[in-house]
């Protein structure tokens, strides 16, 4: 496995942790809780990391551009963590939640859900 170097934009956690515990091509970020958020942002970074899923996300990005969709986003948010510089962080999935909001009326609330139920 190939090992990323440490450069300016390395965070404090990357440099305490060490270069040879993040692979090149990963990147580690949270996502912000917006008002119990935290069951969607769960499956979200599960699907990120699922490799195949991921790539078929990213590929869709890169085609043509489409009416907004839950899947739009969510290529958008995979991307936005996919091409940060820093390998670790956090990002706020805003508008990936409030399409997921504008299209499902049951988490259109601040109500806590379960993932199973997100997924």
Do not use: W
Not at 99 to 119: G, P, S, T, V
């Amino acid at each position: 496995a190939s090992i990323c170097t440490m450069g300016a934009n390395a965070s404090a956690l990357e440099k305490e942790i060490g270069p040879e515990q993040f692979p090149v091509n990963e990147h580690y970020f949270g996502l912000v809780n917006f008002g119990n958020t935290c069951y969607c942002n769960s499956v979200l970074q599960a699907l990120y990391f699922c490799r195949p899923f991921r790539e078929k996300v990213l590929a869709y990005k890169v085609q043509p551009r489409r009416k907004e969709s839950l899947l739009t986003c969510l290529a958008d948010l995979f991307n936005s963590i996919a091409t940060q510089k820093k390998k670790v962080g956090v990002i706020p999935p805003k508008k990936f939640i409030s399409r997921l909001r504008k299209e499902n009326e049951l988490f259109d609330n601040y109500m806590q859900q379960d993932a199973h139920e997100f997924l």
